[in-house]
């Protein structure tokens, strides 16, 4: 990596523990708003000083992020369907690697759906980021979504998705826990973060997700609604950091949640 890579992604990954978590915001861009996250602003404010990074749009963050804020900002740049829409998987570059560059971005993320009609088109579209966050010295967070008609979470599957965006260029990878996910990780010659997912129904299910995925590697967790749609949010963030930066196991994580809310 060259140097301006390599210094962008230690702000998101913190070289004092290896390992980060990421604050993920960014779903209204194809859900609108989402539950706990209508007034985006109101909920992230309280979360920053816990944040090793946000994911975010630019809307998001011109419109509801403190510009003096020192959080580093992981911008996503892929988009263009909805929820509603005929092809969840359908997605394009939306914003450009000079506005990533005017918005001060720590990194550039996009959506890439192995499996689907869109294969191709979101895989080249990622070989094309890279080439451009090569030239601007931006670290690029490959995402291994999936589209609604497919439920494949295996080993295997998650396997081949981040072994692939690895292959062409992606910094780190953003994807799903699973069983066997060590594999993934073994096979995958750049970090993992793991994503939260959908509400878990207790906050110790989440800080079991956390735990386990990065007892089996994962550099950290890139986690939403298991964290801003708690009832108490910030107590919920202590927690997961005790996790992934401290190892304390959940049951610990789930003491710091309790003296915290």
Same mark, same amino acid.
């Given at each position: ?125 990622? @070989? ?6 090569? =030239?601007?010295?931006?670290?690029? /967070? *490959?995402?291994? +979504? $999936?589209? !609604? ?45 793991? @994503? ?6 207790? =906050?110790?299910?989440?800080?079991? /997700? *956390?735990?386990? +995925? $990065?007892? !089996? ?45």
């Amino acid at each position: 990596m060259d140097w301006g890579i390599k210094n962008r992604l230690s702000q998101i990954i913190k070289p004092e523990t290896g390992h980060t978590v990421m604050l993920a915001v960014d779903h209204g861009y194809f859900l609108g708003p989402t539950t706990k996250l209508e007034n985006a602003r109101q909920t992230i404010d309280p979360l920053l000083p816990y944040a090793d990074a946000l994911m975010l749009t630019r809307g998001i963050l011109r419109t509801s992020v403190d510009p003096e804020a020192s959080v580093p900002v992981v911008l996503r740049v892929s988009g263009g369907t909805s929820i509603i829409g005929r092809d969840l998987a359908n997605e394009e570059i939306t914003t450009s690697m000079e506005e990533a560059v005017r918005l001060n971005a720590a990194a550039v993320a996009l959506s890439i759906f192995v499996g689907t009609d869109y294969e191709h088109q979101t895989l080249t579209n990622l @070989a094309s980021l890279v080439d451009k966050g090569q =030239e601007y010295g931006i670290p690029i /967070l *490959a995402v291994t +979504a $999936v589209g !609604k008609e497919l439920g494949k979470r295996d080993f295997r599957f998650i396997s081949l998705s981040c072994r692939i965006a690895a292959e062409l260029g992606a910094s780190f990878v953003k994807t799903y826990y699973c069983d066997d996910f060590e594999k993934v990780v073994e096979s995958c010659p750049v970090p993992v973060v793991i @994503a939260g997912g959908p509400k878990l129904e207790t =906050e110790l299910d989440a800080m079991k /997700l *956390a735990h386990d +995925a $990065v007892q !089996k590697g994962a550099t950290g967790v890139d986690m939403g609604r298991n964290i801003w749609q708690s009832p108490h949010p910030i107590a919920m963030i202590k927690a997961i950091r005790a996790v992934v930066h401290e190892s304390k196991p959940p049951e610990e994580a789930l003491e710091v949640f309790n003296q915290n809310k």
